[in-house]
């Protein structure tokens, strides 16, 4: 069979989350599928981090979203003969002729208007708007949904009103190179200017990330508890930071905050495992990778107790309610001193991260991908 997998942002120089979570899952179909014929569908850019192998061929062309997905990748699917269509990335063209798989990571976007929630950009509020407008019709049309989480399974099952047999949870794997524990400390350290000591927070302006709370309570804990204290801050441009800390009139823990820019994601295993705490304290998450790859390189992490966090942390991370900024800086202290806590947390997490791997997840869908097939050739 010809199975085409859309894959449109893999080649981007500055990947996030649903980009490796697709990139992770075709590495390891190639590794264990030299049977079927794939067709890996792509945005052109500047990172070729996939390489064509005999039956898996790349096809990338340049489109805006909208027009790449609804118009371009149907018509690729149709020129390369492309007998099931796998969209990795929570929308699908409405209109494809053969049966189509959706992973769906997340229905955040439905939960609550983005034209009418503080915190987005208008990249994001188009985003989301653009999703709201062709998820639904998608559904409809699906074979079948894959989802990360059985969290996220019930929530699309209830806020959609969707069958939930129709939905299978695969969960995601952890990348190889965070869990083998080879780490480019002095290199990493001065490419990006890390101070000895520090907690790590990955945040970004999607309001989900709650950002806002996070750097308040560190605030707090620098002005509070530790006056030396530093956070390291990835992909947030300190002026954002600024604003926050005005708000609250801690400014002047500003010095305290160190920004990064983008961390690549070959040297993100070494960022992690230098901190002293991780910092996870997400409003919502379909999954949360980020709080896994912490755990395989050995970082304590604090994490939130909703949604599917603590799901995935399975009692390996400190649990906090996103929305208390005295609870969140009360973990951070309280993690810091207590080495032992820190350790269990530690271990737990080393044996948590076992039960993540691209290959389970790959050979998952690739029985999803025969399920489909089969029923669609004897209907």
């Not at 208390?324 to 044996?351: F, H, P």
């Amino acid at each position: 069979m010809k199975i085409g997998i859309e894959a449109q942002r893999i080649f981007r120089r500055h990947k996030h989350g649903m980009d490796f979570v697709a990139l992770e899952m075709i590495r390891h179909l190639q590794q264990i599928d030299h049977i079927n014929q794939y067709v890996i569908f792509t945005n052109k850019g500047e990172d070729i981090c996939l390489r064509e192998t005999d039956n898996f061929k790349i096809v990338s062309f340049k489109a805006s979203y909208p027009v790449w997905e609804q118009l371009k990748l149907p018509e690729m699917c149709r020129r390369y003969g492309v007998e099931l269509l796998h969209c990795t990335s929570n929308t699908a063209p409405v209109k494809t002729g053969i049966p189509l798989i959706i992973t769906l990571h997340d229905i955040i976007y439905f939960e609550k208007n983005p034209f009418f929630t503080r915190g987005y950009t208008s990249y994001q509020r188009f985003g989301n708007m653009y999703r709201r407008l062709v998820v639904r019709r998608i559904l409809r049309k699906a074979s079948q949904i894959i989802t990360v989480s059985q969290f996220e399974k019930n929530r699309i099952s209830q806020q959609l009103d969707f069958d939930a047999s129709k939905i299978k949870v695969i969960y995601n794997g952890v990348g190889r190179h965070f869990v083998k524990g080879e780490y480019r400390k002095d290199e990493v350290r001065k490419k990006y200017n890390l101070p000895d000591s520090y907690f790590l927070f990955l945040g970004n302006t999607d309001p989900k990330k709650n950002t806002r709370n996070t750097v308040l309570a560190f605030a707090r804990y620098a002005e509070q508890h530790n006056k030396d204290a530093c956070l390291v801050v990835a992909d947030l441009p300190p002026e954002k930071v600024k604003e926050y800390l005005q708000e609250a009139n801690l400014q002047e823990t500003f010095t305290n905050f160190y920004f990064t820019g983008y961390i690549y994601n070959r040297d993100l295993p070494t960022v992690i495992h230098l901190a002293d705490i991780f910092l996870y304290p997400s409003k919502r998450e379909s999954f949360g990778l980020p709080l896994l790859e912490a755990m395989a390189s050995r970082t304590p992490v604090i994490t939130s107790n909703t949604s599917s966090m603590p799901e995935i942390a399975a009692g390996a991370a400190l649990l906090v309610e996103p929305l208390d900024i005295n609870n969140i800086c009360e973990a951070m202290n309280t993690l810091y001193n207590d080495r032992s806590l820190q350790s269990d947390l530690v271990n737990k997490g080393l044996e948590r991260v076992k039960d993540f791997n691209w290959k389970t997840v790959a050979e998952s869908v690739l029985e999803v991908y025969r399920e489909v097939l089969s029923s669609s050739t004897s209907s």
